[in-house]
């Protein structure tokens, strides 16, 4: 019974699409609520069998520690985000530097010179 349930779910969520495409004539809001109106049914559909349950339980549950999470402070964030910025420049410049020096050198042994 619960893949029946399954199913039918996915067939909520296939029609909402249709709707979308198939009613191309109407305003863009009322084919975007028969998406979301799909969507909505779908989950309360799947809600009802026990796949369903088992992951709106684990979503709840994942909420739930997401509040437990200890969130790093605005200061913090811009401290980290601007180490992060400098290490990408410092990068970047080693980078070309390596890049001209081994391009230097190739051009070294093949004998090209440019103007």
Do not use: N
Request: charged share 15%.
């Amino acid at each position: 019974m619960d893949k029946v349930k399954i199913v039918l779910a996915f067939a909520c969520v296939v029609l909402g699409v249709w709707g979308y495409y198939y009613f191309s004539e109407f305003a863009q809001v009322l084919r975007l609520l028969m998406v979301l109106g799909g969507l909505v049914v779908a989950a309360g559909v799947a809600s009802l069998s026990a796949p369903g349950k088992e992951f709106f339980a684990f979503a709840q549950e994942a909420w739930a520690e997401a509040g437990r999470v200890s969130w790093p402070t605005r200061k913090e964030t811009l401290q980290t985000t601007g180490i992060v910025f400098v290490f990408v420049v410092i990068m970047a410049l080693f980078l070309f530097a390596v890049d001209s020096t081994l391009a230097w050198i190739i051009k070294l042994l093949t004998g090209r010179t440019d103007g």
